[in-house]
């Protein structure tokens, strides 16, 4: 089975500017979930999705959103960008939450 | 609250000899825990994985981990490191939601591991 792919890859983005980066799980997994990782921060929690619903939030500002589709990809987006949102947001996916996660390779985002 | 501890920023050992990342945990209920690696510019790959069962757990590229609950521990082991080892771990334990259903996975910081020839 093909992995978790993420696009795009790099992102360089404008403080003020919004960004959509987009996930598609492994076939058959329906549970998405969104980490930011940063130096300084670490891996944090976005949320989760599962059947199109959210079903997880982390402690990130409502700039932060995202969705899932009927075919499980999923897509998050980051509304008046700012220098901190500088990161590398991972995606993973898991046949559900009982399983481990599978990792894409993620979209580093840079906002200038 | 629930909270993953990895106490070694850096972990050294020279090529062929046992090594150890130790990781330690909180919280509610019973723990699901997880072993991932991730090399640079990569995304996280996962190693193994303790859910219920032996205390003693095999995962891939020879590792395993040994799960303490009196010490809620939960520490990656190789009996003989390899140089193409050395790479950035991270211990994480899964969160239940109040359904007992999540996605939520709480991360240590992270341990980089470097191995000497």
């Known amino acids: 089975k093909a992995g978790v792919t993420q696009t795009p890859r790099y992102l360089i983005k404008t403080r003020g500017q919004q960004v959509t980066l987009s996930c598609s799980p492994i076939s058959g997994h329906r549970s998405v979930s969104w980490y930011q990782q940063t130096p300084g921060q670490g891996l944090q929690f976005l949320f989760e999705y599962f059947s199109e619903t959210q079903r997880n939030k982390g402690n990130f500002p409502g700039r932060f959103s995202g969705r899932q589709f009927s075919n499980s990809r999923s897509e998050m987006n980051v509304s008046t960008l700012e220098l901190g949102d500088s990161a590398l947001y991972l995606c993973?996916?898991?046949?559900?939450?009982?399983?481990?996660?599978?990792f894409g390779p993620g979209t580093r985002l840079t906002v200038t | 609250a629930q909270s993953v501890a990895q106490p070694e920023d850096q972990v050294n050992v020279a090529e062929g000899n046992p090594l150890t990342v130790k990781c330690t945990y909180s919280?509610?209920?019973?723990?699901?825990l997880f072993w991932y690696v991730q090399y640079p510019n990569r995304g996280l790959q996962f190693l193994l994985k303790?859910?219920?069962?032996?205390?003693l757990v095999k995962g891939s590229y020879g590792f395993e981990a040994e799960f303490n609950k009196s010490q809620t521990s939960f520490h990656l082991k190789k009996p003989s490191a390899l140089v193409s080892d050395s790479a950035l771990y991270f211990c994480?334990?899964?969160?239940?939601?109040?359904?007992?259903?999540?996605?939520?996975?709480?991360f240590g910081q992270g341990t980089t591991l470097q191995v000497k020839p």
């Open positions: 919280v509610s209920g019973n723990p699901y």
């Open positions: 303790y859910i219920t069962g032996d205390n």
């Open positions: 993973a996916s898991s046949p559900d939450s009982y399983y481990e996660q599978y």
């Open positions: 994480a334990v899964r969160v239940p939601g109040a359904s007992g259903n999540t996605g939520k996975l709480i």
